[in-house]
């Protein structure tokens, strides 16, 4: 029988398997994107992934909430619910200070495409909704997430055009939980 995919609270067991996924998914992602110069910067995006996770399985009231996807003991996916980061309160002004924002999704490159990033984005939606949290936004640099992000939350809120470059643009969508609980 084959084990299924499931959505839990990450626990000091699941650190290593997780950071894995952080260290191929984002080493990944740099590739595909045509980034792969951009090594350090790499490296400090996989450390600062890490440490907020380490810090959310540590620390009772983190202010970053993370779930796991789990296969047996492997950890094939991670998602986060935290305070917005710095390009969307530099590129709204603030304006979205007051929502969190969905952030650190990630899947192993043998399991994307496979539903894995969908259930991620289903439980910590059923959560946030269960919280009493109505609305998240959630912001990418990357063409190839932007494009699985428009076809997943529609329009974006806000598009800050040529932000990383000429022809690299950041995007950020504010979205509602319950769109995303069914």
């Known amino acids: 029988m084959t084990e299924e995919i ?3 609270r990450p626990e000091e067991s699941d650190l290593k398997s997780a950071f894995e996924v952080f260290e191929k998914s984002i080493k990944d992602a740099f590739v595909k994107e045509g980034l792969q110069d ?3 910067l790499m490296l400090e995006e996989i450390e600062l ?5 380490k810090r959310s399985v540590a620390e009772d009231d983190a202010d970053t909430f993370f779930l796991v996807a789990k296969k047996g003991n492997l950890v094939t996916g991670t998602i986060s619910y935290g ?3 710095k390009e969307i309160r530099d590129c709204t002004g603030g304006a979205l200070d007051h929502l969190g924002e969905l952030g650190s999704l990630y899947v192993l490159p043998e399991y994307q495409e496979k539903g894995t990033g969908r259930l991620l984005i289903k439980e910590l ?3 946030l909704h269960q919280s009493g949290i ?9 063409k190839r997430a932007q494009k699985k992000w428009m076809r997943k939350f529609g329009v974006p809120y806000l598009i800050m055009k040529d932000y990383w470059g000429e ?3 950041h995007m950020i969508w504010v979205c509602s939980t319950c769109d995303h609980i069914s």
């Open 38 to 40: 951009l090594s350090q």
């Open 167 to 169: 022809g690299s643009d």
């Open 6 to 8: 499931i959505i839990v």
């Open 49 to 53: 992934k890490k440490n907020l996770l």
């Open 83 to 85: 305070p917005i980061g």
């Open 125 to 127: 939606a059923r959560y």
């Open 134 to 142: 109505s609305e998240f936004c959630l912001d990418s640099g990357y």
